[in-house]
């Protein structure tokens, strides 16, 4: 028998040996090495950095010393980077050596206690997205002037990221398509996330409200009217407008950092998007919703990262002192 003129695929496997698999499978080993796109792009940024500090202080970045990763590791620690940051460079670095199936420096006891070191003392000066509460959003709504196409883009983005618990990459990749409106509810169907990488269909409910001023629901729908079309990217940039006519949406899908901008221009330079999602877990925990409830929308898969979520440290509001029947 022939044999195929294709060649088979070689993986390294966690364990660093290399496993020799048949070319049909090429695609899919492709896929599960090199993870999402998004990841890819992340990875790469950080490679070049590695490369760079490297080559700066003449040292092998391919394969890499643990004592070589800790020294970068240690760099970027000194130049204030955010320890998920951190975390994400030596992600990147350990992808590199399975791509090439190479022992990874990162798998070491003594890289693990560095980044222990880092995160005792980075982590005390990393400061998390703060939780705005419900009547500072209305706030924000109110101020809005919802007459203009823009004011309609911004409250519904806000009222629609906040009621839905959504990240901004899950805001920005929404498509006018993805939203299918219930009697109960307005379902958003999610084709990816952040926790969802293979493409599993995943829903969010958004509920109406009772007052229509601060309705996420009835938000959208104003905002999908504005857009009049039946696909496309849900929240875009707008045109520039003139005094005679107001900016109009355009066809270009909003950055991850426009949600970001838009979110402190409404609420405050304090809040960033991720308030958008740390707010709801707040409120939602406050207001006595069950984990599993929470879960169900915000798409965690466990009950501590609801805990990581929630702000409840203002020892005023949060406190079973005051519950103690005295």
């Excluded at 070689?10 to 020799?20: I, S």
């Excluded at 005792?120 to 400061?127: A, H, L, M, P």
């Excluded at 995943?202 to 009049?228: G, H, I, N, T």
Aim: hydrophobic fraction near 40%; aromatic fraction near 6%; include cysteine.
């Amino acid at each position: 028998m022939e044999k195929s003129a294709q060649l088979a695929v070689v993986v390294p496997t966690r364990n660093h040996a290399l496993v020799e698999l048949p070319p049909s499978v090429a695609k899919y080993v492709e896929a599960g090495l090199h993870g999402a796109e998004n990841t890819k792009r992340g990875y790469a940024a950080d490679l070049r950095s590695f490369q760079d500090f490297c080559e700066h202080h003449n040292l092998v970045h391919l394969p890499a010393d643990v004592t070589t990763v800790a020294a970068y590791v240690s760099q970027l620690a000194d130049r204030g980077l955010k320890l998920a940051t951190i975390r994400r460079h030596v992600a990147a670095i350990s992808k590199l050596h399975q791509l090439a199936g190479q022992p990874s420096p990162t798998n070491h006891e003594a890289l693990s206690v560095v980044l222990d070191g880092v995160a005792r003392v980075v982590g005390k000066r990393q400061r998390q997205a703060p939780a705005f509460t419900v009547a500072e959003l209305k706030q924000a709504i109110r101020a809005m002037d919802i007459t203009t196409p823009t004011g309609l883009r911004d409250r519904a983005l806000l009222l629609l990221g906040f009621a839905g618990a959504f990240r901004r990459s899950e805001l920005v990749a929404l498509n006018v398509e993805d939203i299918e409106l219930t009697r109960q509810a307005l379902v958003i169907h999610l084709r990816r996330s952040k926790t969802n990488q293979y493409g599993y269909e995943e829903d969010k409910a958004v509920f109406y409200a009772p007052s229509a001023d601060y309705c996420p629901v009835r938000a959208v729908q104003e905002w999908m009217e504005c857009l009049d079309r039946t696909s496309g990217p849900l929240f875009t940039r707008m045109s520039r407008g003139n005094t005679q006519r107001p900016a109009q949406p355009g066809k270009a899908r909003l950055s991850d950092q426009s949600v970001n901008d838009l979110v402190q221009l409404h609420l405050g330079p304090a809040y960033t998007a991720h308030s958008l999602r740390a707010s709801f877990v707040t409120v939602a925990v406050e207001a006595g919703q069950s984990n599993k409830a929470i879960k169900n929308q915000t798409k965690q898969k466990t009950d501590a990262m609801i805990e990581r979520y929630a702000r409840l440290d203002d020892v005023k509001r949060f406190n079973a002192a005051q519950n103690l029947g005295l």
